[in-house]
């Protein structure tokens, strides 16, 4: 018997089959700690790397491969066509973004493939048994991490992750909460399946013993899959794994009626059959167990620290929830129907461009649904696949992602009603609800985004599509030459790619701890403030100060003689004094050493900080040279750009001065220097990023940095800190061709405010010293001529990057209450860098009326810190007509949102004081204009 099942098992797992089953469980377990990033990035790679190998023994094995398809089929490499198509628009907008946007692609197309190999592959009950075990072995690890995750605050393979009973810590190694659940809501099915069946896996577990052991590890295996499923509180998905397994066994009982029965051969089938309905009770008992103890307070609520009916309700009953999905729908639309792009009607935006585009789009959505703004979420994904997939691949992605959802309901069910035995209908209908599973979500969500949940619904699709059950309406046979000559340069595309991402992102992942380990030692070494720790020194060095009295014995004798009496009693005279002299000495030396064992930790943390800043910027960089369309490295390091360490490097190094300012220093080499795309597209001032004003005056006069004199009269260390500041606002704006943040207009408008500032008052120094000027760079009126277009450039891109802020993003503080002074920050902007009063007050009107119409659809929310800036700058600059036509223009301004202030507080309700304190404020401010 073992030699039989021995030779069965053989038969089963040859080659493609194991590298299969490693995948699922390489697939949704691997994580590595301090590189992981996105963790589907490492997991794509695996894909490919896996089926690959698989493809590579194919070709080995056979010299023609027959291949059965269907329409879904069709639809599915439909779907990978369109994704390639949409690169058309992506070379259009944004080509720097294209890679990205062709790695998608391609994968999306081999996706398609790889479900035509899995339909075909795995044509015994056997082949499909045995895999589905090992999802569901797979599952449950990932289940019980998420647990340990939920409760301990704690991951299986990453440690320490969050705090105990916050549901964003359920991650496990999926990557999000919802995406375990609905990792769950598609492998719950097929543990019933294996609980229901009389003899699954039969050429392994023959006898009862072995079902008996297989059904328990079942029924274990389960609880902490349902109880994963709860903690996740995932509304859609336990919605969907309820509405889809209670139609799953409805139908099995319904349609089973006249199928063959399991086991009719065998003279045990009744004790299988009791079996089978004894698990399934236990099975049903676990469930609703868990969900008594889920759905009440009690210890794994943590007393109600999960509330999955609040979450509920809420979805049922706040518009909020469904606002904030209905915002990213729209986005999506809106992107896809842009006026100016009708390229973008057939072929979509470009497939994985979403995440860039959706920040840039919402001033759209926002303008015509301002009550979206309270509601607004910074989301990369549509959370809806169907309207993503009609915004990136438009109407041709979109035609083959309805063809080939018909196609499978159709197919479905004509293959439902076609099963003529019961233990196929039961594995179909188990399918089928896990489809149903991931499908709903979809609507709601971005599960096939991530590895684990996208391979195995495309396995269970494809099963349910597969020769197996549905049998191929269409053959194809192949040589082996074509196949080779197709898909080994697509795997191997692939493999580069998806390495690239895993490479690229992992350096940027150990970048940010670097950059963590260096904010820390850094704000650990100023918290000695080594200023008063010198002053202290210097003190103690001449004893000044508070030290004055260790300068001779008779100033100690004068401060701590009492003492000294005390600890020694009975001392002569001569005795105290030489005592006393004993004890300022040491407790110089003692206070001497103090100090300089501080001084010593402070240069020690220095040290570490600044190994840590350079670790930083290295893998940063690395990171960006091997994926170069990431973005967000490009954006770190221009942030790092802005540290002392950095800006305080050329002090005395005239070289790297000159290296800076003509843009020669290999810190500024990753900058993009041009952007190739539609700045109709990507929001950028102009095409041309590189700022170097001083590159070509520097350039054919480095003679000048040689001069101690010249370099230090004119004060080029200042100038090359500013050069600096442009610098970090050049890969500032290099991010934004590949990666959308809403804090970069923001950044980028302080950063050109404070040159615009900055070099102003370096106009004023250099105005008088024509001579020096003229002696470093001969004509004074050139070198003067570059800082004032400097100036004029530098306040021209403060108020562009400002006010694509506010635009970009006019309300939603309630998410993000660093966002609320904004507007503040806009006009103290606009007072610096602005040339005449009529502008100034021009323009601070406009954020006015802006601020205001944003409060108005925050609550309303209270904009007094804008209107009181806009009263006292008339006061201070205006008088007469003007500040009186000025004033006017205030109060129409701000009557509506103050009205609806005023009608809060007439109201009532559950307003905190400090939201009263300014309500009330703002009144008064109002009513002044008035005076």
Do not use: C
């Not at 860039?356 to 549509?382: C, E, G």
């Not at 390495?499 to 992992?506: N, P, T």
């Not at 635009?807 to 993000?816: A, D, E, F, K, V």
């Not at 006009?827 to 406009?846: D, F, N, P, Y």
């Amino acid at each position: 018997m073992m030699k039989t099942t021995m030779k069965k098992m053989n038969k089963v797992l040859d080659f493609e089959i194991v590298v299969y089953i490693v995948m699922t469980l390489l697939i949704p377990l691997f994580v590595t700690k301090g590189f992981t990033h996105e963790p589907s990035t490492a997991k794509h790679f695996f894909y490919v790397v896996g089926f690959t190998l698989i493809l590579l023994s194919v070709l080995i094995r056979k010299k023609r491969e027959n291949i059965e398809f269907n329409y879904v089929h069709v639809a599915l490499l439909g779907i990978g066509m369109a994704a390639l198509l949409s690169l058309i628009t992506v070379a259009s907008d944004n080509p720097q973004y294209l890679r990205y946007s062709l790695e998608v692609a391609l994968y999306t197309f081999f996706l398609g493939l790889t479900a035509i190999y899995i339909s075909n592959k795995f044509n015994t009950i056997e082949k499909i048994e045995i895999t589905l075990l090992f999802f569901i072995i797979g599952a449950s690890i990932v289940s019980i991490d998420a647990l340990l995750n939920f409760y301990a605050g704690w991951d299986i393979f990453l440690g320490k992750v969050g705090e105990p009973f916050a549901r964003a810590s359920a991650r496990s190694t999926i990557g999000n909460p919802n995406f375990v659940s609905d990792y769950m809501g598609m492998t719950i099915p097929l543990v019933l399946y294996f609980i229901i069946s009389r003899k699954p896996l039969a050429f392994i577990f023959k006898g009862f013993g072995g079902q008996l052991i297989l059904k328990i590890a079942m029924v274990t295996l389960l609880a902490p899959m349902v109880a994963a499923v709860f903690v996740s509180q995932t509304r859609t998905v336990i919605t969907a794994i309820f509405v889809g397994n209670v139609v799953f066994l409805l139908a099995y009982v319904f349609l089973k009626k006249k199928r063959k029965p399991e086991l009719s051969d065998d003279p045990a089938a009744g004790k299988f059959r009791r079996l089978s309905l004894i698990f399934l009770a236990i099975a049903l008992t676990i469930v609703v167990v868990l969900a008594f103890l889920y759905l009440t307070p009690s210890p794994l609520t943590g007393q109600g620290d999960i509330n999955i009916t609040a979450r509920l309700e809420y979805a049922l009953t706040s518009s909020g929830s469904w606002k904030e999905r209905f915002s990213a729908w729209e986005n999506s639309i809106a992107q896809w129907f842009d006026s100016d792009n009708r390229l973008r009607i057939p072929f979509g935006t470009g497939i994985g461009t979403f995440q860039l585009y959706h920040l840039l789009y919402s001033p759209q959505v926002l303008a015509s649904n301002p009550d979206y703004m309270i509601v607004w979420n910074n989301f990369k994904r549509t959370h809806n696949d169907y309207i993503q997939g009609l915004s990136e691949m438009g109407l041709i992605g979109f035609f083959f992602i309805i063809a080939m959802v018909t196609f499978l309901v159709l197919k479905f069910f004509k293959t439902l009603y076609s099963i003529d035995n019961k233990r196929d209908l039961l594995l179909y209908g188990a399918l089928g609800a896990g489809i149903f599973s991931f499908a709903a979500h979809s609507f709601f969500e971005f599960p096939l985004h991530m590895q684990p949940n996208l391979m195995l619904a495309l396995f269970i699709s494809a099963l349910a599509m597969g020769k197996y059950f549905a049998g191929g309406s269409r053959k194809l046979d192949l040589p082996r030459t074509l196949l080779a000559g197709l898909l080994i340069p697509l795997a191997g595309a692939l493999i580069f790619l998806k390495a690239s991402a895993f490479l690229g992102e992992g350096y940027f992942r150990m970048g940010q701890t670097d950059q963590q380990y260096y904010q820390a030692y850094y704000n650990q070494a100023q918290s000695l403030d080594v200023s008063a720790l010198q002053e202290v020194r210097n003190n103690i060095d001449s004893f000044t100060g508070s030290y004055s009295y260790l300068a001779d014995v008779s100033a100690y004798m004068e401060k701590k003689g009492n003492e000294l009496k005390a600890k020694y009693p009975g001392a002569s005279p001569i005795e105290l004094l030489e005592a006393a002299d004993n004890e300022r000495m040491s407790e110089i030396s003692r206070l001497k050493t103090e100090i300089n064992n501080r001084l010593r930790q402070y240069d020690t943390l220095m040290d570490r900080a600044l190994q840590y800043y350079n670790g930083a910027i290295v893998n940063f960089k690395r990171s960006n040279r091997i994926y170069p369309v990431l973005g967000k490295p490009l954006w770190y390091i221009a942030g790092l750009g802005m540290k002392s360490n950095h800006l305080e490097e050329a002090r005395n190094n005239p070289e790297l001065m000159f290296d800076v300012l003509t843009g020669e220093d290999e810190f500024t080499s990753d900058i993009i220097p041009e952007f190739k795309g539609s700045l109709e597209v990507i929001p950028l001032p102009e095409r041309e990023i590189r700022t170097l004003p001083f590159k070509d005056i520097a350039s054919v006069n480095k003679a000048a940095f040689n001069n101690p004199e010249l370099v230090n009269g004119l004060q080029l260390y200042f100038i090359t800190q500013l050069q600096m500041i442009l610098d970090a606002a050049d890969y500032y704006e290099s991010s934004v061709i590949l990666f959308s943040e809403r804090q970069t207009p923001r950044i980028l408008g302080r950063l050109y405010t404070s040159v615009n500032s900055e070099l102003k008052k370096y106009y004023n120094f250099i105005d008088t010293r024509n001579s020096l000027i003229q002696s470093a760079f001969g004509s004074s009126e050139e070198f003067k001529k570059i800082v004032f277009d400097t100036i004029d450039m530098a306040a021209e891109k403060a108020l562009y990057w400002f006010d694509l802020a506010v635009r970009l993003l006019p309300g939603t503080w309630n998410r993000y209450p660093d966002w609320k002074n904004v507007y503040l920050e806009y006009m103290t902007s606009i007072e610096t860098v602005g040339r005449s009063l009529a502008e100034k007050s021009q323009l601070l009107l406009s954020v006015a009326e802006r601020h205001a119409w944003a409060a108005e659809n925050m609550g309303p929310d209270s904009p007094g810190d804008t209107l009181q800036y806009a009263i006292a700058w008339g006061k201070n600059y205006l008088s007469g007509e003007e500040l009186n036509d000025y004033k006017s223009k205030l109060s129409e301004i701000y009557s509506r949102v103050v009205e609806m202030n005023r009608e809060l507080i007439r109201n009532g309700g559950s307003i905190t004081e400090t939201k009263k304190e300014e309500i009330n404020t703002l009144i008064g401010l109002y009513e002044s204009l008035q005076m």
